[in-house]
């Protein structure tokens, strides 16, 4: 227990760094069991949400219970083979995901207002 604290005294974290990892490529087919057994190896898991949907399907939220066990994962996770799929294992950044929705929402109102509009669009051409 003393290294434990001794390892969380020392070591600075860059800002990006959180408990919450985003796990892309993911084989469609993982089930949360084996999600648990990959990511279970680092560190105590809060909660592991896996996508479903069409445009989910592939990726996860991990979330751990300590910061330290999440940065393990990424450090060991990132590049690791599942089912011949290599994962890319980040950190959750919000700012980041926000802005990919609003990106999808300007784009399909372009779309709608060329539509209205008569403009031919980019997959007319």
Do not use: C, W
Request: hydrophobic letters at 35%; proline letters at 3%; aromatic letters at 10%.
């Amino acid at each position: 227990m003393a290294t434990i604290s001794l390892r969380k005294a020392n070591a600075r974290l860059p800002p990006e760094v959180n408990r919450v990892l985003y796990v892309r490529n993911l084989p469609f087919n993982i089930s949360s069991e084996e999600m648990y057994d990959i990511f279970g190896k680092y560190g105590a898991i809060r909660q592991i949400r896996i996508g479903t949907n069409k445009d989910t399907r592939g990726t996860a939220f991990v979330v751990y219970e300590d910061i330290y066990d999440a940065k393990t994962a990424v450090d060991h996770l990132s590049g690791f083979n599942v089912a011949n799929r290599y994962l890319i294992v980040l950190y959750y950044q919000q700012a980041k995901m926000s802005k990919k929705v609003d990106q999808k929402k300007k784009e399909e109102e372009i779309t709608r207002l060329q539509e209205k509009y008569g403009i031919p669009t980019s997959r007319d051409k």
